[in-house]
């Protein structure tokens, strides 16, 4: 009756007092939900009346990507302060408040996302091609029945879903092939792999050894110019010089800020420049995030590279100093230790190289190619980061055990001082002995004595300092740093146990796998995380 039908509609004026737009049509739709089928079908027409200004905001928006909401009435917000180059996270967003309650939080995710791939394609990658956009789909003549039938229930099935889903699916695709054809994101990705992430061993190698005199010495002495001299060399000089010039272009050095004491190893890192369309990929968080995972790998690589060098020293002097029986078991000392820490490495290179980085890699590569717009994409590469950050302990969680390991690193560095002044000393020692010998013969061929009471009073006199002040002092560091060394280990092998990650604590099975360490392990849910070593 009108008296009924005028009470609803008093209800309903009362209830959108102070109300506007997208908020008004929610407010309209709840009136709807009637049991008298007359009054229902007035609200309908209202509902349906108070729509046509959202389907000319949606219209505008999906097509052109225009945004024309002076009094803040669309469920889509635009923030004009922010630049063009941070346009994809931050200028547009939903304003919730005016999304109309039968709009799906998933439709109206998509409804952004078009109208901010069309912006992002025009001012970032400065691409204007007619999409075709009003022919790919009718949204334009089924809005009003959308709106209808989304009020009885009809979300996957309604006409503006389906529009919807059609200019989606047309937009996105444009923009990732513009992205990976035009502006070669798939190749930036993967120099940041190669490069930042150390994939690229035989440039990483070189680079090393052409760096290694220039990082030993005091970081405040180091010029950007000549590390970016030998960087270009570093280049030429592998399959590196084979790839884009773009790419090369983008490859610099950048020396990190230093303190007191550190010397070129602790501040060198690589940087790659990123700018236009994939800066949103990578953009500056991202950028330290690359960084600080390349200093953790190159500390780790240095390590590696240090044992390495040591190694083949010691297995040199092993032939040429073999006539000295007295260095036989401060020699065998170093050996052992350094096989040691080269199994440390060895195991933890394996573990950051394939069970973190080439597993994460795999994973992304996937979801990148099985990505359907930007946003997956950029998805797929935060969850990369945020994998190789957890699992190369620099996360909060890890904390504890980055600080061990670092310890251990500095065992490795002293230990490689101590060995090279042992090296040293030895050499030293066997030229002195060499000349000795010499000379001897020397004097014997002209036939006088082979060596006078003073040069043998000398000679004895330098040996015993070398048997028994020198090596015992040698003897003694190796000592300390050994038991250093195994404390290190066996405190971040405990660490490793209580990890609530599995990779690292099998890590700490492969690090121990001979149950060198007595370590207790830790009673789990599934059990004991690993078998417990009898402490002896």
Not at 404 to 424: M, N, P, T, Y
Request: aromatic share 10%; hydrophobic share 40%.
């Amino acid at each position: 009756e009108p008296l009924h039908r005028l009470k609803y509609l008093a209800a309903l004026i009362s209830s959108c007092e102070d109300v506007k737009g997208g908020a008004l049509a929610g407010v309209v739709h709840r009136f709807t939900r009637t049991g008298d089928p007359d009054v229902a079908a007035l609200m309908r027409f209202l509902l349906i009346q108070v729509s046509l200004p959202l389907r000319q905001f949606l219209d505008s928006w999906i097509y052109e990507g225009e945004l024309e909401d002076r009094y803040q009435e669309f469920f889509i917000a635009e923030d004009p302060s922010v630049p063009d180059k941070s346009m994809w996270a931050n200028k547009y967003s939903l304003r919730k408040s005016m999304l109309p309650p039968f709009l799906p939080i998933n439709l109206a995710e998509k409804i952004l996302l078009i109208g901010k791939s069309i912006n992002f394609l025009r001012r970032v990658c400065d691409d204007r091609t007619e999409l075709g956009l009003r022919q790919a789909s009718q949204t334009a003549d089924k809005i009003t029945e959308a709106t209808v039938e989304l009020t009885e229930g009809d979300v996957v099935g309604g006409g503006l879903h389906l529009a919807v889903q059609e200019v989606y699916n047309v937009v996105s695709r444009h923009l990732l092939d513009v992205l990976h054809k035009r502006y070669m994101f798939a190749e930036h990705l993967k120099a940041m792999r190669r490069y930042l992430l150390l994939g690229q061993g035989d440039f990483i190698r070189h680079l090393m050894d052409l760096l290694n005199e220039d990082l030993a010495r005091p970081a405040k002495t180091l010029f950007l110019h000549n590390l970016t001299g030998t960087l270009d060399s570093a280049v030429r000089a592998t399959n590196a010089q084979f790839d884009d010039p773009d790419i090369l272009l983008r490859l610099d050095v950048r020396l990190l800020e230093c303190s007191e004491g550190d010397v070129g190893w602790d501040v060198f890192s690589l940087n790659y420049h990123v700018d236009g369309p994939i800066s949103t990929v990578f953009d500056e968080e991202a950028i330290l995030q690359y960084l600080r995972i390349f200093n953790f790998l190159w500390r780790a690589k240095r390590m590696e590279y240090i044992l390495s060098a040591m190694w083949k020293l010691q297995m040199s002097n092993h032939r040429q100093l073999g006539s000295m029986k007295e260095l036989a078991p401060i020699f065998h000392m170093a050996h052992i230790l350094t096989q040691r820490m080269m199994h440390f490495m060895h195991q933890m290179q394996y573990y950051i190289t394939f069970e973190v980085l080439e597993c994460a890699w795999a994973d992304l590569e996937k979801r990148v190619e099985s990505s359907k717009d930007l946003d997956e994409i950029i998805g797929a590469h935060v969850s990369f980061m945020s994998d190789v950050t957890k699992r190369c302990l620099l996360d909060e969680q890890s904390a504890p055990l980055l600080t061990q390991l670092r310890a251990i690193f500095k065992v490795i560095v002293d230990f490689e001082a101590v060995d090279d002044e042992l090296q040293s000393a030895a050499e030293a020692e066997m030229d002195a002995r060499r000349y000795e010998g010499m000379m001897n013969e020397k004097r014997s061929r002209k036939g006088t004595w082979g060596a006078n009471v003073a040069d043998s009073v000398v000679s004895q006199q330098r040996r015993d300092t070398f048997t028994q002040e020198t090596l015992p002092k040698f003897r003694s560091q190796l000592s300390r740093l050994t038991q250093s060394y195994e404390n290190m280990v066996r405190e971040f092998l405990a660490l490793l146990t209580k990890h609530t990650d599995v990779s690292l604590r099998f890590l700490s099975f492969r690090l121990n796998f001979s149950e060198y360490y007595p370590i207790k392990m830790p009673r789990t849910s599934l059990g004991y995380a690993g078998r417990q070593t009898p402490l002896s």
